[in-house]
């Protein structure tokens, strides 16, 4: 991944942490780097026992959440009894949730069609 | 912190990861140069909802928990409703916990006494 990719992928994960915490949430941001072969998603955010578990892009176009990832997610619902969704950063949009329910009927792949459908707003999911 | 203080933390924070994973928790650790400003605790255990926050030491004899560590515990007691714990590593011991509420009486200070009065081992509380 180039240096420019990366950064607008961590500066918008740092944006999304924020939100949240200002939110009231306690909030968990796992890098790559801190990494030790168990499953991670890149979010994770906590109020009164609700956990959400967050996978992010920032792509401009459509694009396919690896098999790997969503199985990871589904860890996280199975074990914790968290909310899992992929967290789509649309340039000149922002921030597009999609359940990772949805995301598994769909094989993965997220499309700005796709997100149109099933997408849901911030403000939808995180009160 | 010198390189082998480091290591020593840090493998023993890993192993503690493996023996949560392998109690069926899903688990997230937070290295310090993955922190961005918010309260962060080293490693989040979660199963069924139940949330644990937990800050490690690895130290040979007595320490002081800092305020501000202690203080970030508590945010995440008070708003995602975790059971916080400090974890130490006592050498030949392993591993004993001591509850977020008992240190805060105790000022943060922990001693091998101490620990013997209120510490609990793994087993009890990670079930």
């Given at each position: 991944?180039?240096?420019?990719?990366?950064?607008?992928g961590?500066?918008?994960?740092r944006?999304?942490?924020?939100?949240?915490y200002d939110?009231g949430?306690?909030?968990?941001r796992?890098p790559?780097?801190?990494?030790?072969g168990?499953?991670?998603?890149?979010?994770?955010?906590?109020?009164?026992?609700?956990?959400?578990?967050?996978?992010?892009?920032?792509?401009?176009i459509?694009?396919?959440?690896?098999?790997e990832?969503?199985?990871?997610?589904?860890?996280?619902v199975?074990?914790a009894?968290?909310?899992?969704y992929?967290?789509?950063?649309?340039?000149?949009k922002?921030?597009?949730?999609?359940?990772?329910?949805?995301?598994?009927k769909?094989?993965?792949?997220?499309?700005?069609?796709?997100?149109?459908?099933?997408?849901?707003?911030?403000?939808?999911?995180?009160?």
């Amino acid at each position: 991944m180039s240096y420019s990719k990366y950064m607008k992928g961590y500066l918008g994960e740092r944006e999304l942490l924020y939100k949240l915490y200002d939110k009231g949430y306690v909030v968990l941001r796992s890098p790559r780097s801190g990494r030790i072969g168990l499953p991670t998603p890149d979010i994770v955010a906590i109020k009164k026992s609700k956990v959400y578990a967050i996978e992010c892009k920032s792509r401009n176009i459509a694009f396919v959440v690896p098999k790997e990832q969503l199985n990871q997610l589904k860890e996280w619902v199975e074990k914790a009894g968290a909310r899992a969704y992929i967290a789509w950063k649309i340039p000149r949009k922002g921030w597009k949730f999609i359940s990772l329910e949805d995301a598994i009927k769909n094989n993965g792949r997220i499309s700005n069609r796709f997100c149109n459908l099933v997408g849901k707003n911030f403000e939808d999911i995180f009160s």
